[in-house]
């Protein structure tokens, strides 16, 4: 069995907020894990933010000037959200 918890919790939009900065590889696999949560649990609603658009909110909030080289966060402070992504998500 899977599981996979994603960074945080948006309760008065009802969306989970994964974030995801690190290199390609990393990338891909939290893609497929959202994929996989979507198809396991369609009306659970859950949105990837790249590096891209972290950086953009800093610069569009004016909280930090915009740079590729910026250090990006490696968790949102919060409450755990553990999902079961089903058994047949083990090969994966």
Do not use: W
């Not at 800093?58 to 990006?72: F, H, I, N, R, T």
């Not at 949102?76 to 089903?86: D, E, K, M, S, T």
């Amino acid at each position: 069995m899977k599981f996979f918890t994603p960074d945080f919790y948006i309760p008065q939009d009802d969306l989970y907020i994964e974030i995801t900065t690190m290199n390609q590889k990393l990338v891909t696999k939290k893609n497929s894990k959202v994929r996989r949560l979507r198809e396991v649990h369609p009306d659970v609603a859950c949105k990837i933010f790249y590096q891209r658009d972290y950086l953009h909110l800093l610069a569009k909030y004016e909280l930090e000037p915009a740079s590729e080289d910026m250090p990006a966060p490696t968790r949102i402070p919060g409450p755990p959200q553990v999902v079961n992504l089903g058994d047949d998500a083990a090969a994966g």
